[in-house]
């Protein structure tokens, strides 16, 4: 199941651009679909967190061309008990 997952998601982003294969890494990682040896592991957490975002970014203003995007952020800072990493 999470093998057709992660490949639904890999096409959809594709599809968007294939600029965008970079960011697959990141975005898993983020997701927490990592399966076997993780790429980013031995990164530093800063360049990875950096990465990531950019990743996101790219992914978002690439799809913004296609049609208008409303991001919304929501403060999770109160209701998570301990920080979660990049």
């Not at 978002?60 to 301990?82: I, T, W």
Request: glycine share 6%.
């Amino acid at each position: 199941m999470r093998l057709c997952a992660k490949m639904q998601g890999l096409g959809k982003l594709l599809e968007l651009d294939r600029v965008l294969e970079d960011t697959v890494p990141y975005l898993y990682a983020l997701l927490g679909i990592v399966e076997g040896v993780d790429p980013l592991a031995q990164m530093d957490a800063q360049i990875r967190k950096r990465r990531t975002l950019d990743a996101i970014k790219r992914i978002l203003l690439r799809e913004s061309l296609n049609q208008p995007l409303m991001v919304v952020f929501e403060d999770l800072h109160g209701s998570m008990a301990r920080p979660r990493r990049f």
